[in-house]
């Protein structure tokens, strides 16, 4: 048996304590005592305080005492609890297209299970599922040949894991999360961070691998002039005239680009734009810090890059089956830019198709520690606090005070016996 | 005569001797020198012949030698009858059960009495009990065995006033035994009286070491005379008690002997022979 609110069993406790020294505390005339000076005491009341060995209504104190540990119990809010073990876990798979292997995440799941903690799989892609029994979960999955949808959403399988958090919680001392998941940037939405404050302890991440780029599976259509200064940055990346999956615009878009991304493909329009200026742009782990233009920022669209004040540099936005980037990145006539590998990695980011599957950003390593968090796994009552419901012995313990309240009158005015 | 629980207290006081403050006026022959001269054969002084003297008293030796007439004059010894009053107000019985004070003042009314009938004084005695209980002075052998027997018959009880009876002696000596807790004003100016008539008054104030220092606990204390009287006793007033009965103790001290009464305190915890010594002792007037 625990207590919802174990304070009330501390103040019944005082209170009974109290009743008790009251109960002891007599106030009565003092011993009579046969004085031939008397007359010289000072007059005063003839009643004085002194302590009893024993109290002098026994049931009148019982009556109390009972009222005030029943009252102080009925408020504790007793609530039956199973037998806890010391720890529990939840594991988050990640089921989307982002892992390079589902079998190696099949395997790492498997090695957590073998240790013998109490373990719960949610597997999640854009949705979460809990596994009603983790290894036969997993011999379904390793044999089904359906892999989950190219987006995974860590919000969700947070959500879930709360939710399951409150069972294993209930069984448990502490439950540990695990999230095995390659974290990309896709997986990440706005949501993520208010989401993860609702779990109270940290979560451990088993990281996989990635898809790794398919800049060998995909083409660009080069549509640049030769002295263009992005030309050098994307020295990596293959290019044909056609078929091709990406299409670079370095000027307006036409209505062949819309048809293009409409048919599947990624058109990035990446105007020569702004004034050059030092700045710093991040994308992914990957920072450059040189003379760059600095363009309207996008306004619509997902943000794939930023400046560093955080102001968007580069968004993309789905239409029709492709999608549309804008980058808004002013490249410098001169100096070495083009050949830092740090800014041919963001290039080639740039000029990846939209489809994320294809083409997984993993998260930095920034965002991946503030979603790991810090501290001891979270204690079972943090989480099963919300589902607990008083035992149904709450009433009783009220009617038994309710009752001992009114006998309390009855016991009370019963005529008392005299003190010596 | 059975002396009972007294009998080691007349063996502690035999051999002491109580002189008389003062000459005594009495015409009895006895121990304490008189007022009076006589013709006894302790010669005291000459004094020249006024008419109305004795011829017989004339030295006609001296008369011959000096031509001169001369009274020879001796000094005579009288009796000094003696009267113990006793308190045996209800405050005497204190503490109860053992009654130390009303105990102590038997042993020392019976102590004085046996020291005077010793010098051959008459001694009488009065009880001031509720009935009030009175033995006249007397001087014969078995005077002070019928103290005793009328002393131990008395319980004291209720109030009785001593002043009454004090004035109401006609004895140059009298003894006063009591805790003065009754109608000491009165006594006082009964004793200032006799005093003014020449007579002598002791005083004996006796008081029990609990009432100094009543007992720790909180305590409902009851005066036994006036029962209506009930004060409670505690750390809050045990401090105030003592000062105002010490100060009343002082008070009273010094009031009788102001009043020319010889005054002496004594706790019940004296033994009741060194306290007769003590009363005897101080007779000479050192008591003042």
Redesign the interface.
Known sequence: VSFIAPWALVVGGVAAAGTVLLHLLVRQ????????????????????S?FATRPRDLLLLAVRVLLLISAAVAFAQPVLVPRHAPRARLVLLDRSAAPASEADALARVRMLLSDGVPTRVIAFDSAATVLADAVKGLDSLGRSAVRGSAHGSIAAALVAARRAGADAGTNADSVELVLVSPVTVAELDPSIDSVRAQWPGPLSIVRLAARPPSNRAWTLERAIAADDPLGPAMSGVRAAASPSSVRLRRDSLTSADSAFARGGGTVVRWDTTGAIAPAALAMGDDVVVAALGRGPPPERGRVIARWAAGVPAAREEGIGAGCIRTVAVGLPLVGDLALRPAFQRVVRGMLAPCDAGDAPTPADSAMVARLAGHGAAAPGVALSAGASEPAPIVPWLLAIALACALTELIVRARPMPKAT | MTAGPYGALLDAVRGVRWPAARRVAGATLGAHPSRLRGNSSEFSEFRPYRQGDDPRRVDWRLLARSDRAFVRLTTDLATLPTAIVVDASASMAFPPPTMDKWTRAKEVAVGLAAVAHADGDPVGLTIAAETPVTLAPRARRSVIAEMMRALDGVVPAANAPLAALVSALRVPRVVVVSDLLGDADALLAAGRLRIAAGGEVIVVHLVAPEELNPPGEALLAVDPEQPTLRRTLDGGTRAEYVRAFGAWLDATASAFRAAGLRYLRAETSEPAAHLVRRVAGEAGGGGR
């Open positions: 005339r003092p011993a009579a005592y046969v004085l031939p000076t008397a007359r010289f005491i000072v007059e005063r009341p003839a009643l004085v002194r």
